[in-house]
């Protein structure tokens, strides 16, 4: 009789998972349930299908009941890690994140989660971690790239951002969360014709999200007093070299302090190449770099600390 009842829920189950919306797979996923109160996959699925309508408190109950049924359940915990972070629960979403990880290292969407939460805890080292896992892990997701995007604009490295930003719309080109990013670093970069087409296709994809509204209305205000008022182009170039420099010099910094050795090294080539090979410690920290790559040396903090030295000095000489 109880093989039965799992073979009818079962039934049910499968049903919901190829429903053509979310009333009727929710149907079908209570049917299951009615059927077979301990079927932790129709708990997950029921938990699913309110988290996408908004029901985040009753899909946060679903997720519970998986777990209580099958406590190694990878998906559901991903689940309840996302509700959390909707209910502004992101200390214990990690929690759960990190428990689905545990369970199945190779989950790119608890990666990707887990670096959402920690983004919200404004660590955003780790979460950069979390995102290039996560982005390894699943080559064609969109959302690690969106999350960098995000976190690389908090942090003020605009043309890092827009670079991820990049990655994610050419994997997705409607995530629409994607082109509001770009948007918004281009602005910060004064590129205001380019970022005005951003906000544009952010508008086609969601027409009544106010953020992209705002910021064309910005991004066209500060474009129109740009084309009417009369800089030097001189002073502006050097500006712009100025900024350029900075962000490569923080940036650089960040990822020492990471260990992140890959990263280190290719800023500081470009640091190089943009010099034109001109300073003689540059070109000894990066064959330092070569030689930690080469024989797995973690960067030390005698090197960071050089480094800081260094990176500042050239950025002095770059403002004068």
Request: glycine share 6%.
């Amino acid at each position: 009789m109880r093989s039965d009842k799992r073979v009818i829920a079962k039934r049910w189950f499968e049903r919901g998972k190829k429903a053509p919306n979310q009333e009727e797979k929710l149907y079908c996923y209570e049917r299951a349930l009615k059927t077979s109160p301990n079927y932790a996959y129709a708990w997950n699925g029921k938990g699913n299908v309110l988290y996408t309508l908004g029901r985040f408190d009753e899909a946060l109950g679903c997720y519970e009941s998986a777990l209580c049924i099958k406590y190694n359940f990878a998906k559901a915990w991903v689940g309840k890690g996302n509700t959390l972070r909707r209910l502004m629960q992101n200390s214990d979403a990690v929690k759960c994140y990190d428990k689905s990880i545990s369970v199945f290292p190779g989950n790119a969407y608890a990666w990707n989660g887990k670096g959402d939460a920690l983004r919200e805890l404004a660590q955003y080292k780790d979460a950069i971690r979390c995102y290039n896992k996560a982005s390894k892990l699943k080559k064609d997701l969109s959302f690690p790239w969106n999350g960098k995007g995000f976190v690389l604009y908090e942090l003020g490295f605009y043309e890092e951002a827009i670079n991820s930003f990049e990655v994610a719309i050419d994997i997705d080109p409607i995530f629409f969360y994607s082109w509001l990013g770009k948007g918004n670093s281009l602005c910060k970069l004064e590129r205001y014709d380019e970022a005005i087409i951003c906000y544009e296709n952010v508008l086609k994809l969601k027409p009544e999200l106010d953020e992209a509204k705002k910021g064309r209305k910005c991004a066209e205000d500060c474009l129109n007093e740009c084309l009417n008022s009369h800089r030097d182009v001189e002073k502006r170039n050097d500006m712009v070299n100025l900024h350029f420099v900075k962000n490569l010099v923080n940036l650089t910094l960040l990822y020492a302090e990471m260990n992140d050795r890959p990263e280190v090294l290719t800023k500081l080539e470009d640091l190089k190449n943009y010099m034109g090979n001109r300073d003689e410690e540059l070109e000894s920290s990066v064959s330092q770099l070569k030689y930690m790559l080469k024989h797995d040396v973690s960067i030390g903090d005698n090197f960071v600390e050089g480094l800081k030295v260094l990176l500042k000095k050239i950025e002095r000489g770059t403002g004068e």
